[in-house]
């Protein structure tokens, strides 16, 4: 049984929200996690640009200040995504970092895309799972020493929940490596879009792609490697967004299976702003559940368990079924244990503000 170690967000005199998310990680044991020189990856949500429900950069600011004293080297980092927004590419993604606070002065470590300037910048990972064999991850994330994932709790529209194995599996994939996840197709033209610029064909490793007055995809010689909707800049190289939602929750299992692969690792969850929808949307809905604490813990599948478990205590229902009627978050987690990255049964233990110890629930 795996320990989660938990923490509401009430505060005394000195011992604030900031101090309490130190005290966390030191009873999670980040200090048997995190050795003298190691270069280690905070892996966080840096937010779209008009969603206010990420986590705020000061909370990072202790994260890396405690592994700084600790003798390693922190950075903070997230890959590209695949839709068209402000994180597509490294330069939109670092000036919204920058507008939702996420500086190297504020964090206090460098900030870095951890799939570089177009989102191909990976390394592959074998696995050899029921539905991924090779994970394509952003390359900054997989050759870390260690890895401390700070997560945002909330909905998501095609997985129930965005919990801490969504930040790892599709948060730290490349592009290729979401495309993977998100459909079973392979990319599709938009001829509209397309200005005939010649990028996709210049990249193309196979050479399935043509460029005349407007691209196409020869599908035998395709291999649905996504380095065409890296390259493309105008929205005309597109996946299709095809998985079903069960399938995607266990290729994001797998894909988590493998960013942690011989990798030092600890997980903080925020159970708090827990809006309907991914922090990928330009805006943020109203919460559905009331803010609940902040947990951790070294077990990513006991961790998302008892995050799910202490909103649905809160509210007296699920708010994520609610919001999002037939689509289920069990399969993510129940496919997560089966493939051996952790067990959904847990022992919650409460962290006192007064001493810092821990009060066993």
């Known amino acids: 049984m795996s320990t989660v170690y938990f923490t509401d967000l009430t505060a005394v005199p000195g011992i604030g929200l900031m101090k309490k998310v130190e005290m966390l990680l030191k009873e999670t044991g980040i ?3 995190v050795e003298k020189d190691d270069l280690v990856a905070i ?44 994180r597509s590419n490294a ?33 592959e990972v074998e696995i050899d799972g029921e539905y991924v064999k090779k994970a394509k991850i952003g390359s900054a ?26 930040n790892i599996g599709m948060g730290s994939a490349a592009r290729a490596g979401k495309l993977e996840q998100h459909s079973t197709s392979k990319p599709v033209v938009m001829a509209e879009n397309c200005v005939a610029c010649g990028m996709c064909e210049k990249y193309c490793p196979t050479g399935a792609v043509k460029v005349n007055e407007h691209a196409v ?11 065409c909707v890296a390259m493309c800049n105008y929205g005309a190289m597109v996946p299709e967004w095809n998985a079903s939602s069960e399938l995607l929750s266990k290729k994001i299992a797998e894909y988590s299976k493998a960013v942690l692969k011989d990798k030092k690792a600890i997980f903080l969850s925020f159970i708090t702003q827990v809006s309907p929808d991914c922090d990928c949307w330009p805006m943020n809905k109203p919460p559905v559940a009331p803010d609940v604490g902040i947990a951790a813990s070294r077990d990513p599948v006991a961790l998302d368990q008892a995050c ?39 022992e919650l233990k409460r962290v006192a503000i007064n001493l810092g110890l821990n009060l066993q629930n």
């Open 31 to 33: 200090t048997k996690i």
């Open 43 to 86: 892996k966080i949500h840096f937010g779209e640009y008009g969603n206010l429900a990420y986590i705020r950069p000061n909370y990072v600011r202790v994260v890396t200040d405690l592994i700084k004293g600790l003798g390693a080297k922190p950075f903070v980092t997230d890959a590209n995504t695949l839709y068209k927004g402000s």
């Open 91 to 123: 330069v939109d993604h670092l000036q919204t970092a920058t507008l939702n606070g996420f500086t190297p002065e504020v964090v206090g470590a460098p900030i870095i895309i951890a799939d570089g300037l177009r989102g191909s910048d990976e390394i």
């Open 141 to 166: 994330i997989a050759l870390s020493d260690a890895l401390v994932v700070m997560t945002h709790f909330k909905g998501h529209e095609q997985t129930g929940f965005g919990g801490t194995l969504k």
């Open 217 to 227: 995809i020869n599908y035998d010689a395709c291999i649905g490697c996504g380095q």
């Open 308 to 346: 799910v478990d202490l909103v649905i205590n809160a509210t007296g229902e699920d708010p994520f079924l609610k919001a999002h009627p037939g689509v289920s978050w069990k399969e993510q987690l129940e496919h997560a244990e089966k493939i051996g990255l952790g067990s959904r049964k847990y």
